[in-house]
């Protein structure tokens, strides 16, 4: 039986890795700060440890007898990062190098690290692959970058990192987002009946979240090699202009309007080459933005997250909250 340690494990990528490694078989070990899940994402044979990636100390000896670890504890996202940037520094790019530490006082050479398409910042209409030039637009994917860098530096007999550069996220998770564009887009959609973008030109990828952890689990039961690796990780149909997003969400709700604010317009523009993923390592979707539209709406309308507004499912209304606590991935 495989054992794999997850930091961030009640975040919204993490919890669904967590469900899918158990029902693999494989053993789990949680290291969270509980920041962003409460008891109700605690699963049956996971182990669950409080921690902060920014104290190994405090879980180091969890790593006992780990095949790999996945780091995906992080302060996410640009307005979360944007509230502190100090504490975003500390957090996502010391954290990483404490997290990569503690894999090698432990001797576990396998660690998956959770980065981001947004490394690329604006690249116009070019498409980029994972050679591209790096433009990060934001502290967070600034923190992003250097701790690909920092990780990439390590002797590889001692670390061997995966580095799983994600599309934006979107879909259900049991610790459910609404600051996420597909969701919040949706799920504005049905509560108020229209659909706003910004700006509406830029090109951005995107990802369900069971196909992120489903790209997390192909790459940890990947032997074949040794050196590290980078992948972009999505699927290239699934890259849209943003007034095309809003199209799709506007077409799959009855009544709905949708307003483009031109003003408003998001700096980062990039669209992702994502065949090296599909093509050495078999990663196809199982899931597309149309879905997540239809989910969210069928589960607001069955009385779901009356409260998607709250603080509890936005990194950034909870980072302006905490201040300084890190946000699990």
Known sequence: MKKYLITGGRGYIGSVLTRRLRQAGAEVVVVDNGLVGGPELELPGVTYIDGDVLDTGSWGKALDGVDAVVHLAAIVGDPACGVDTDTAWDVNYLGTIRVAEA??????????FASTCSNYGFTADAEVGVLSPMSPQSVYA???????HYLLSLPRDELSPRLLRFATIHGLSPRMRF?????IMTANAVEHGRVTVHGGTQWR????????????????RDDRRAAPSIYNCGFGEE????????????????????????????????RVNFDPIRRELG?????????????????????KYPDFASARYSNYLTAVAQRVDPVSA
């Open 103 to 112: 894999c090698r006082r432990a001797g576990i050479r396998s660690l998956v």
């Open 142 to 148: 600034e923190s992003k970058v250097l701790s690909e």
């Open 179 to 183: 600051d996420l564009a597909v969701n």
């Open 205 to 220: 990828p995107f990802l369900h979240v069971e196909d992120a952890a489903a790209a997390v689990h192909l790459v940890l």
């Open 239 to 270: 890259n849209y202009r943003m007034d095309s997003i809003g199209k799709l969400i506007a077409e799959e709700i009855d009544g709905v309007r949708m307003e483009i604010l031109e003003e408003h317009t998001d700096p980062r523009n990039y």
């Open 283 to 303: 990663f196809t979707p199982s899931r597309r933005v149309v879905d997540t539209a239809r989910e969210i709406r069928d589960a607001m309308r069955e009385g």
